[in-house]
């Protein structure tokens, strides 16, 4: 790939702005945590690992930007709770600023100056992108196995590079299965409202010469009648303790379309994106967003003006509609509250 969608470099974060893509290749350079806070909730950075990998970063700029302050650790906390209001489902976001917040506990407790806890910082963010890309490629590899030379797998939304830090978690599997020299065509939702299958997903597969076939999001189940589909593999935002999954709206229907067509629905996500402390997808906090991603498109106004809009990000899909989720670990088939589990906290 010849662009990166986050950038640590001299201090500064570079941030590919997905808003503009595939039209325009443009880098937002972030130097304050408010650029990084503003990039997440506008979704010019998007993807659970790569919005988590981000606010780690993010976190990082406020600590320089309040190093004089008499309350540092007290302004650094502060700086944390703005970055997590920035977007509710996600659970990476929370697991990296978890992990934030806990270097700046224990650098108060050892009653460090601010520029070491502000050293610590940056190390444990460019360990959470670091981590991520080798956990991209494990994820790749396993989810690979499940791929036979000649398959067409169906993706929604954009789990690829452009959502993590290198590699992808949906589409690692199908980079790795290329790379083995099988044969693997896609076909991709377009995601409506905002497009993600065609500006990101697409774009991204055309630049590495992947196979890829745009459709709009109600041509799903035709095509999967046609046997045109012989897998589905997602993403996720959140997955819970029963393997419940959270993922951009839409892959709630999608997965009910494979079951009805026998076909296997895959979810591909770090331990990261596992939320132990919620019991069921019921309890997933789903993020709704402004009316105008419905009521427009491309600028242009296509509903009638004052019509109630309701615009979740996010749908939850029950894990009875999951054939595997595909981990850093290996893939899940079952047994998911004590798999899950036991993975999930071999990594804690």
Same mark, same amino acid.
């Given at each position: 790939?010849?662009?990166?969608?986050?950038?640590?470099?001299?201090?500064?974060?570079?941030?590919?702005?997905?808003?503009?893509?595939?039209?325009?290749?443009?880098?937002?350079?972030?130097?304050?945590?408010?650029?990084?806070?503003?990039?997440?909730?506008?979704?010019?950075?998007?993807?659970?690992?790569?919005?988590?990998?981000?606010?780690?970063?993010?976190?990082?700029?406020?600590?320089?930007?309040?190093?004089?302050?008499?309350?540092?650790?007290?302004?650094?906390?502060?700086?944390?709770?703005?970055?997590?209001?920035?977007?509710?489902?996600?659970?990476?976001?929370?697991?990296?600023?978890?992990?934030?917040?806990?270097?700046?506990?224990?650098?108060?407790?050892?009653?460090?100056?601010?520029?070491?806890?502000?050293?610590?910082?940056?190390?444990? +963010?460019?360990? !959470?992108? $670091?981590?991520?890309? #080798?956990? @991209?490629?494990?994820?790749?590899?396993?989810? =690979?196995? &499940?791929? *036979?030379?000649?398959?067409?797998?169906?993706?929604?939304?954009?789990?690829?590079?452009?959502?993590?830090?290198?590699?992808?978690?949906?589409?690692?599997?199908?980079?790795?299965?290329?790379?083995?020299?099988?044969?693997?065509?896609?076909?991709?939702?377009?995601?409506?409202?905002?497009?993600?299958?065609?500006?990101?997903?697409?774009?991204?597969?055309?630049?590495?010469?992947?196979?890829?076939?745009?459709?709009?999001?109600?041509?799903?189940?035709?095509?999967?009648?046609?046997?045109?589909?012989?897998?589905?593999?997602?993403? +996720?935002?959140? !997955?819970? $303790?029963?393997?419940? #999954?959270? @993922?951009?709206?839409?892959?709630?229907?999608? =997965?009910? &379309?494979? *079951?009805?067509?026998?076909?296997?629905?895959?979810?591909?996500?770090?331990?990261?994106?596992?939320?132990?402390?919620?019991?069921?997808?019921?309890?997933?906090?789903?993020?709704?967003?402004?009316?105008?991603?419905?009521?427009?498109?491309?600028?242009?106004?296509?509903?009638?003006?004052?019509?109630?809009?309701?615009?979740?990000?996010?749908?939850?899909?029950?894990?009875?509609?999951?054939?595997?989720?595909?981990?850093?670990?290996?893939?899940?088939?079952?047994?998911?509250?004590?798999?899950?589990?036991?993975?999930?906290?071999?990594?804690?």
């Amino acid at each position: 790939m010849n662009w990166n969608t986050i950038e640590w470099r001299n201090g500064v974060l570079i941030i590919l702005d997905q808003t503009l893509l595939p039209g325009e290749t443009k880098y937002i350079n972030a130097e304050r945590y408010e650029t990084v806070a503003e990039a997440i909730r506008r979704l010019q950075v998007r993807g659970a690992p790569a919005i988590g990998i981000a606010a780690a970063f993010g976190v990082v700029l406020g600590a320089r930007q309040f190093r004089h302050e008499p309350d540092f650790c007290g302004q650094v906390n502060r700086v944390i709770q703005k970055l997590a209001e920035t977007r509710p489902t996600a659970v990476n976001l929370f697991w990296a600023l978890d992990r934030q917040k806990k270097v700046v506990q224990s650098g108060k407790g050892l009653e460090l100056k601010p520029e070491q806890i502000i050293n610590r910082l940056e190390k444990e +963010a460019i360990t !959470i992108a $670091a981590d991520d890309a #080798v956990i @991209n490629r494990k994820i790749g590899e396993f989810g =690979a196995s &499940l791929l *036979k030379d000649g398959m067409t797998v169906l993706t929604h939304c954009n789990a690829g590079a452009l959502a993590t830090s290198a590699y992808g978690t949906a589409l690692a599997a199908i980079r790795v299965a290329v790379e083995q020299g099988k044969k693997i065509a896609v076909y991709a939702d377009e995601t409506r409202p905002l497009l993600q299958g065609a500006r990101l997903t697409a774009w991204e597969l055309m630049q590495e010469g992947i196979p890829v076939t745009l459709i709009t999001d109600n041509m799903a189940a035709s095509v999967m009648r046609l046997g045109k589909v012989q897998a589905v593999i997602v993403g +996720a935002d959140r !997955i819970t $303790a029963n393997g419940d #999954v959270a @993922n951009k709206i839409g892959t709630y229907g999608v =997965a009910v &379309l494979a *079951k009805e067509h026998r076909i296997p629905f895959y979810v591909a996500a770090p331990l990261s994106t596992i939320d132990l402390k919620l019991k069921n997808g019921e309890e997933i906090p789903i993020e709704e967003r402004a009316a105008t991603e419905v009521t427009s498109f491309g600028g242009t106004v296509v509903a009638p003006a004052g019509v109630k809009v309701f615009n979740p990000a996010f749908d939850m899909t029950p894990v009875r509609y999951v054939t595997g989720i595909i981990t850093e670990c290996g893939i899940v088939t079952g047994d998911w509250e004590n798999t899950l589990k036991k993975w999930k906290d071999s990594t804690i």
